[in-house]
Every structure is written in structure tokens, then in C-alpha cells.
């Protein structure tokens, strides 16, 4: 996929949310389909001032790199933090430095090396994604965060198109710290289209209650569409438990509504025991700022508003030549 300006932001605002030390993890080598001046003005915009700036180096290996004068994606991450870089791929395709199959189980040696992880579309194009987010959940320390954006839709020539609760599942049953998901969609060419970012939040206001509905549903198909989350691993996390999807696990029952029998909310906090609903809570008040401010909020037409009132109209994206 590579790390367009719009996915630059959401990086950035992470980082502005707790600057990002320690050693930086990259999933296959990124595009950065930013210049150097681009590179720039988008950390000074969002951090007020940027680090480096000299001499920065021009991505020649990753396999769209000719398509502009692009800085490789271990300058841009140099031009705000001093963490170290290292990249892990299948094969030293591109250079990376780390070879391993994340389909496949990884050593022990591995466990808790990371503070920060890159997985930039590489979930959605890997046979094995369960053992591939379990692998790399053992990677990252605790306190660490990882940082995905995969394909949601099958408009591009992937795998897999993920539902945003396979991820908000997966880190709430291993007792993550946070979990925060995101659908981002946009027509066209990414690059250059406007991307329109929905939170997913399963745990809302129902008729006064706080409720939990874990599923999320349908969203248009034939518009482009990234899952983008924010995982945050506590001291005590897991790695290896597997989510069993909402309307199938023993707790859930069902209900009479407007006539029609219906799978029912979970209730709050008379369900908190339940792991799903209490790390659900836990995302649901974390200290983490809202991705994006209520600026950032356009007009948009009324069929990209009619989701579910679990996934949430929250902001838009121009891309950085429209800005």
C-alpha cells in the first residue's frame, strides 16, 4: 500500500499523542509517496516542527519509488523521532533486514522487541492473517503500539478484505490496553482523492443505556477501503487467544424489536465480565484524542452517512496537493 499523505496524519497524530521512541518496526519497506518539501511542511503542519531535514534520502528499492521523488520511509520516520528502524519481510525484497514468514509460528527469541509496528497493508495480502497478527502481537513490548492499514474491501487485488471488528476483537479478547478502528474510504486514485475516515465505537448510548452491539455491518462496497487501527499492548496482554465473532459466542441472546426477533445489545455494566465487553469499555474511555477534529467534518453526500450508528462519521482528508 505504502504511506500516502492522509495515512502520514494519522501517523503523526499518534505520535503527537505519545511520541514514538524506542525501535520502530516496519512490515515490508513503504512507499512514502511524499517529497522531501512535502515530507516536511505535512511534520511541520501536524508537530509544528520537524528534525533532520537535511539530507534526506530518496527511496530507489521499493517497487513504486519511480513514480515521483519520494523520501524512503526510514527519513520520513527520522524527520520526527529518533527511534531505530528495522524491516521484516519474507524475503530481503526491497531490503528488508529482518527475514521471517509471519505465517508461521516465530521463536520465542522474538517476543517483546519492538516498541512501535508498522503493518502497512501486509495482513491483507498474507494466506495466514490470524497467525500474521498473533506474530505480530508477540513482537511488539508491552506499552508498544501497532499502527495497521488493510484493505476492508476487495477493490484491489488482495486476499482478504478485513471487517473492522476482526481487528477490535482479536487485541479486545488479548486484553489490550486500546484498541481504536477506523474505516477510511475514498474514489479513485488514493493519492489523490479525498479520504473520508468512520470511527468504529461498538460501545454507545442505547435509549439511556450504555450498550455493546460487537459486529460491525455494511458499508458501500464499490467505494476504496482501508481498516486503519491503533493497538496499544498492556503488561499484561496476550497473543494467542482467538476471538469468536459477536452473534456466536455463548453470552449473546435475542430479542423482540418492532416485531422482528433480533440479536441484542449487551447491557453495561451488567455484561463487564464478559472480556469483549469489558476491553470494549476500555477503548471506549481511553485517554487516546479523537483522530480528528470536528473541522475536519465536510458535507458529504447522504449515502456515505447511512452506516451503522457503530461505525461513525468523524473526519475527511484531502490529500497533501490539495491542501
Known sequence: MGISSQLAVVLLREHRYRPITGSILSIGRQTVFLSPEQSIAVVERELGAAQHTAGLEIDTATRASNRGRFVTDRSFYSLFSDASYRCLDLTAYEGADLIADLCQPLPPSVDERFDFIIDGSTLDNVFDPAMAIRNLARLLKPGGRILHFDRASRRHFVYVGFALSWFHDYYAINGFDDCQVYLAQWDGQPRESRW????????????????????????????????????????????????????????????????????????????????????????????????????????????????????????????????
Open 196 to 323: 473520508d475516515f468512520y470511527h468504529y465505537q461498538p460501545m454507545r448510548e442505547d435509549n439511556g443505556r450504555l450498550t455493546y452491539f460487537g459486529q460491525d455491518r455494511y458499508y458501500y462496497p464499490w467505494r476504496e477501503a482501508l481498516a486503519v487501527v491503533i493497538a496499544e499492548k498492556g503488561p499484561a496482554s496476550s497473543w494467542e487467544r482467538s476471538p469468536v465473532q459477536f452473534e456466536y459466542r455463548s453470552t449473546i441472546r435475542s430479542e423482540e424489536r418492532d416485531g422482528k426477533r433480533e440479536i441484542a445489545h449487551q447491557t453495561v455494566p451488567n455484561d463487564v465480565t464478559d472480556p469483549y465487553v469489558a476491553a470494549a469499555l476500555r477503548f471506549h474511555r481511553s485517554q487516546r484524542p479523537a483522530l480528528f477534529a470536528s473541522t475536519e467534518k465536510i458535507s458529504l453526500p447522504s449515502e456515505f452517512l447511512h452506516y451503522s450508528p457503530e461505525t461513525a462519521y468523524c473526519g475527511s482528508l484531502l490529500p497533501i496537493e490539495q491542501q
